[in-house]
């Protein structure tokens, strides 16, 4: 079985390490994967986005055309909803992006990654650092969701993954993006048919 996911989303929304968790998980679970990042010009705030393939077989071309899963981080980046196969699955941060996509041959999760993120002030940094920085682990959570991955069994799997990519003095944010990627996934399971955000994570 082969998953092919695009993350797409604006420079230091952290879209590439979103990809990064996803593409590491999926060697943990002992898989293949591919990562391939894709810059704009800007040097920061531009468009970006990454290729992630899994599967079981090796992986013949890690460019992906035709995504099963897209997730979007922003507005500007719903550009890439016309490359979402028909029947995948599109999961956008509905605290950037208000307007939904016009198709109606993909499944669609709204998913309010950045207000999530931000109601997690008690995790973040002495002196009340902005916690909305864990959009991006929300995304991982819900992705995860969507996947169909029971969380309950695989709490220690998504910590090693955060280990991984959280060193040193980041070490300290392990906590947090724990609990962002425990908050998204929440959000998906308890509002299975849902495809808007409550109106007070929208404020």
């Known amino acids: 079985m082969k998953v092919e996911v695009i993350t ?5 929304q952290g879209v ?45 071309s ?3 055309e035709e995504p099963d899963v897209l997730i979007v ?18 999961i956008f941060n509905s605290s950037l992006v208000e307007q939904g996509p016009r198709r109606t041959d993909i499944k669609v999760r709204r998913v309010p990654a950045t ?8 995790l973040g940094p002495p002196g009340g650092g902005d916690t909305s920085i864990a959009a991006n682990s929300v995304m991982f959570g819900a992705f995860l969701a969507v996947a169909g991955e029971p969380l309950a069994g695989q709490t220690e799997a998504v910590r090693e993954v ?3 990519f959280f060193t040193e003095r980041k070490a300290a944010y392990i906590m947090l993006n724990s609990r962002a990627v425990e908050t998204g996934y929440a959000f998906v399971t308890d509002h299975p048919e849902e495809t808007s955000a409550p109106r007070e994570l929208l404020a």
């Not at 797409?8 to 230091?12: E, I, T, V």
């Not at 922003?74 to 699955?89: C, E, H, I, Q």
């Not at 207000?115 to 008690?122: G, I, R």
Request: proline share 5%; net charge negative.
């Open 162 to 164: 955060l280990a991984h």
């Open 73 to 90: 981080m922003n507005a500007l980046s719903m550009d890439f909803v016309p490359m979402l196969k028909a029947g995948g699955t599109l």
């Open 62 to 64: 890690p460019i992906v």
């Open 8 to 12: 797409a989303g604006q420079g230091g």
């Open 115 to 122: 207000a999530l993120a931000a109601s997690l002030k008690e």
């Open 16 to 60: 590439l390490e979103l990809a990064n968790y996803i593409a590491y998980f999926e060697i943990m679970k002992g898989r293949h994967a591919a990562y391939t990042p894709s810059y704009g010009p800007e040097s920061r705030g531009g468009k970006v986005k990454c290729y992630v393939v899994a599967s079981d077989e090796q992986i013949d």
